[in-house]
């Protein structure tokens, strides 16, 4: 059995086009899945399927054997990259989830200052941050929101798999859908006009955020990072399977500093992944809390 994925090729002789069978498709979804740690579960597989042989198209690839022997072999990487760029969803957009951008600054941030000294760096990860609305949330509602913002360093990470959305981050340009929560007032002291329709964050916000491309699953790279206070890790980890959750929970286990925060999706849950955490309700949401030293 196969799944047939269409491909229209620039000249319509249709040598775009081929089939990816069952087996193809395990081979690729098994590859896929110990480089990135996403699994890709049976319902995406039309979607899968067509972004490979798009890919496959555009590199002169006719089949699946020969795309999937150019991936495999391409020692520098960059197809892999492409190919992750094409098939990693990023649906965001401002103060997404605000009632924890309001735990943030309530109750998160207290807690994080009162174990340090004014003049300390805190350190907040988006991970992943895809196209940026996320990060640069984050830095709107501790600037607007947290009376001792001024007291601290605060530093803003923001990494994601996905070269393109980094790309789109840094530029920080969006249009009307990723501002349906931003009121006027935050409009004009972040952002300015970009062309006719869009808005780009403004110069200072932009350059206060340290964007970086990581892969979760690659624990080396996960421990670079550490003395993170807090890390927004939303909605990512459902698309990985038990055993990649477990290991990407770890490794923000090892990089949070004791008593740092983790914050997640609204459908993800903590306890079914790991033990190493402690559940707080901090305002209207629960947030995972890496153990105190001693306690």
Known sequence: ?????????????????????????????????????VQFAESKRYFVDKRIVERARDRACYSFRQYFMLLRTDASGTEMQQLIN????????FFRENYQLESLVRFVLPQIAARKRPGDTIRIWSLPCSTGEEPYSIAIAVLDEWAQSDQFQIEILASDLDTRVLASARSGVYGERS????????????????GLRDHQIIPELRESIDFFQ??????????RHRNVDII??????????????????????ESL???GFVFL?????????SSLFVPRRLGDCTVSQRPLEGK
Not at 214 to 223: F, G, R, S, W, Y
């Open 1 to 37: 059995m196969a799944v047939r994925a269409l491909a229209e090729s620039s000249d319509g002789d249709g040598r775009g086009d081929f089939e990816i069978t069952n087996e193809e498709f395990i081979k690729f979804r098994d590859f896929f899945y110990a480089k990135t740690g």
């Open 86 to 93: 094409l098939l990693t969803v990023n649906e965001t957009y």
């Open 179 to 194: 501002l349906q929560n931003v009121g006027l007032d935050v409009r004009k002291r972040y952002f300015t006009r970009h």
């Open 214 to 223: 990581l892969n979760i699953a690659n624990k080396a790279e996960m421990a």
């Open 232 to 253: 927004f890790c939303r909605n990512l980890l459902i698309y990985f399977d038990d055993v990649s959750r477990r290991e990407a929970v770890a490794s923000m286990f």
């Open 257 to 259: 500093v004791p008593g």
């Open 265 to 273: 999706g609204h459908s993800e849950s903590m306890s079914r992944m």
